[in-house]
């Protein structure tokens, strides 16, 4: 009878569909998590990088008499100040029980986080198929779940967080010491291209135009990915976040009269390819070698 249990145990912790649900159901906190992270995390940037400048002119800086962290203060509606209680806390379940509404005082909920909350959960869900029980699920879930922040904090405010790219592009030269997705080698080379590269194609264009094309923050971007996933993904993320942020940029000038002198935030291009790449790359390489003969 025990031999029975632990034979079943063993194949239930061994099927991919246990794997992935346990996945979608952490991805769903995380993902609740993630939308404290893009929310708060740019106002403290903004709240310290304040503080600098003060003391830096040598001005009393203002008095804080709150805490204002990724913690606290606690959750609250933002229209009437209540605290959300832990049962309207819950992901994605709770915005569909309260048909996207607080509880309290019935302002709608931005349907952004029960998407982020979704997203988080199906990408987890995926990246958990397609890796199944190995060390590499874990690493590739915080990439992933970073990825998105970065995304949305991009799309927001047109910025890529170092509080986040930098700890995950030294976590992807570390993680190449041990050969999880790439060797050391093509790792340490993967991360200076990375950053060269789109570091000589926003000079280029400054000096053709003095204009910015893009920021730093993604040169760091394209470094991590080059960390994580070696120098031979670079060329595979650079053509499809570029084809992807055309036909994007495109269809916003034609269809919503984006005015082409505001900027379109590149991050998101960028950590969407570099994420595909992340777990199909060598099957899209494979496909080019078979297309082209090589």
């Known amino acids: 009878m025990q031999t029975d249990f632990i034979q079943a145990l063993e194949l239930l912790l061994n099927s991919p569909v246990l794997c992935t649900a346990l996945a979608g159901i952490i991805g769903l906190m995380v993902g609740s998590f993630l939308n404290v992270v893009i929310y708060r995390l740019p106002i403290m940037m903004s709240s310290q990088w304040h503080k600098e400048c003060l003391a830096y002119l040598e001005l009393d800086a ?5 805490p204002f962290n990724l913690v606290l203060p606690l959750s609250q509606c933002p229209q009437c100040q209540t605290g959300i209680k832990p049962q309207h806390n819950i992901p994605l379940l709770s915005y569909l029980v309260l048909r996207g509404q607080c509880a309290s005082c019935q302002h709608p909920i931005a349907i952004r986080y029960p998407l982020v909350e979704g997203l988080t959960a199906l990408m987890s869900m995926l990246v958990a198929w397609h890796f199944g029980y190995a060390p590499q699920t874990l690493f590739a879930l915080l990439l992933t779940w970073a990825l998105i922040a970065l995304s949305f904090i991009d799309i927001d405010e047109h910025l890529l967080p170092d ?5 995950m592009l030294w976590l992807g030269l570390i993680l190449s010491l041990f050969g999880f997705f790439t060797d050391a080698s093509a790792s340490i080379i993967g991360a200076a291209a990375g950053y060269l590269v789109l570091w000589t194609v926003y000079q280029a264009f400054k000096l053709l135009t003095g204009k910015e094309g893009m920021g730093f923050g993604d040169f760091k971007l394209l470094a991590l990915f080059g960390a994580w996933l070696g120098w031979q993904s670079l060329p595979a993320i650079i053509l499809f976040s570029s084809l ?7 269809t916003l000038i034609v269809v919503n009269k984006h005015d082409v002198s505001n900027p379109i935030p590149f991050g998101p291009y960028l950590a969407v390819s570099g994420w595909i790449v992340l777990l199909w790359g060598q099957d899209i390489n494979q496909f080019y070698l078979n297309y082209f003969g090589l």
């Not at 509080?163 to 700890?167: A, C, E, F």
């Not at 992807?244 to 495109?250: A, C, F, N, P």
């Open 62 to 66: 203002e008095e804080v008499t709150a």
């Open 163 to 167: 509080s986040i790219t930098l700890p």
């Open 244 to 250: 992807v942020g055309s036909i994007i940029g495109i």
